[in-house]
């Protein structure tokens, strides 16, 4: 799997207005042997608790030093849990290439099942509901740390962001 070589959409999630949606991956693979090969790719979505709540797999035919994208989607996933910014709930995309039964690569991404609207008459929508967007302009402000903090630290200005009300960064 190319670096970065994964995009993930959850297609119809709109449309159904969050009561059902599939998920979509764009796949960028790299076939890096000499020779032509056939591999099975495999998309495993997990829940935030580890539980596979969608699977699906796909036979690809690469020849030897091709690079393709390939789309593979899962069935509808139900009652999806949906991401705000009061209940951030992610999913987890696995991507794997697996050649005779084995799993040579694998690549995966957090995501949340949501969608947006913006109206220039009533603003920002999030799931269908109007959400008033409060932002804040954060700085590194980690004295002696310039850049290099702690993931802890991030999320220590995160907790003081949403304590005092905001819900954008």
Known sequence: ????????????LKKTEGKSAAVSTDVTIENQANADKTATLKLIIKDSKGAIVAQSDKELKMKAGERLTANIATAEIANPTLWS?????????????????????????VFGFRW??????????LNGKHLYLRGANVHQDHAGWCDAITEEAVRRDVRMIK????NMI
């Open 1 to 12: 799997i190319a670096w970065c070589g994964l995009q993930i959409t959850t297609p119809g």
């Open 85 to 109: 910014v009061d209940s951030p709930m992610l999913y987890t995309a696995e991507c794997q290439i697996v050649d005779n039964g084995r799993v040579i690569d694998s690549q995966s991404s």
């Open 116 to 125: 947006l609207d913006w109206t220039a008459d009533h603003g920002f929508f």
């Open 163 to 166: 304590e005092a009300g905001f």
